[in-house]
T-cell receptor
Framework: AQSVTQLGSHVSVSEGALVLLRCNYSSSVPPYLFWYVQYPNQGLQLLLKYTSAATLVKGINGFEAEFKKSETSFHLTKPSAHMSDAAEYFCAVSDGNDYNLSFGAGTTVTVRA | DAGITQSPRHKVTETGTPVTLRCHQTENHRYMYWYRQDPGHGLRLIHYSYGVKDTDKGEVSDGYSVSRSKTEDFLLTLESATSSQTSVYFC???????????FGQGTRLTVV
């Protein structure tokens, strides 16, 4: 069984500032890890994924995440926030048994001008 | 965008009535999923399918049933809707050999 904890349900950043969203997971087997983004009234869009290749994963829109096994973490970062980054972000985990996704509760990002 | 269409996109129904939500895909993906999204809970898996007529329960399956008679369609049925089933429902698909899932636009269901 696997689970995900996202620290902080809301994050507010200034435009141009660093975006850091925290995700910790638990899994009994090597995990696959994902970040999805959801814009208002839309479905979820895959930002990036970790599938046991490189531990630093680059995704779309300038986002990246680092897998740290020792810390069971997969934090999402973007060096410089843009107004268009305002959305809800979900961390998710699956394993090689059934590939079913388990999601965190989500973090809403607001960007201040 | 992945070819996933959910219908209806919005529905208001009364307590105790049956409701069916439809997910249609044009990608010929093997796996299909139904999730519900609620504030503070993220997305939770209701049911999933790993092939025609092959389905299994997720973590919040009580009160829901599903059917998959064709590869492209996955139906979610609330036999007798309750207010606790007011939610946004998402369909997702995944192809065999891939790890990521692709999501539809969602159906907002309100049970009054």
């Amino acid at each position: 069984a696997q689970s995900v904890t996202q620290l902080g349900s809301h994050v507010s950043v200034s435009e141009g500032a660093l975006v850091l969203l925290r995700c910790n997971y638990s899994s009994s087997v090597p995990p696959y890890l994902f970040w999805y983004v959801q814009y208002p009234n839309q479905g979820l869009q895959l930002l990036l994924k970790y599938t046991s290749a490189a531990t630093l994963v680059k995704g779309i829109n300038g986002f990246e995440a680092e897998f740290k096994k020792s810390e069971t973490s997969f934090h999402l970062t973007k060096p410089s926030a843009h107004m268009s980054d305002a959305a809800e972000y979900f961390c998710a985990v699956s394993d090689g048994n059934d590939y079913n996704l388990s999601f965190g509760a989500g973090t809403t990002v607001t960007v201040r001008a | 965008d992945a070819g996933i269409t959910q219908s209806p996109r919005h529905k208001v129904t009364e307590t105790g009535t049956p409701v069916t939500l439809r997910c249609h895909q044009t990608e010929n993906h093997r796996y299909m999923y139904w999730y519900r999204q609620d504030p503070g809970h993220g997305l939770r898996l209701i049911h999933y399918s790993y092939g025609v007529k092959d389905t299994d329960k997720g973590e919040v399956s009580d009160g829901y049933s599903v059917s998959r008679s064709k590869t492209e369609d996955f139906l979610l049925t609330l036999e007798s809707a309750t207010s606790s089933q007011t939610s946004v429902y998402f369909c997702a698909i995944r192809n065999r050999g891939n790890t990521e899932a692709f999501f539809g636009q969602g159906t907002r269901l309100t049970v009054v």
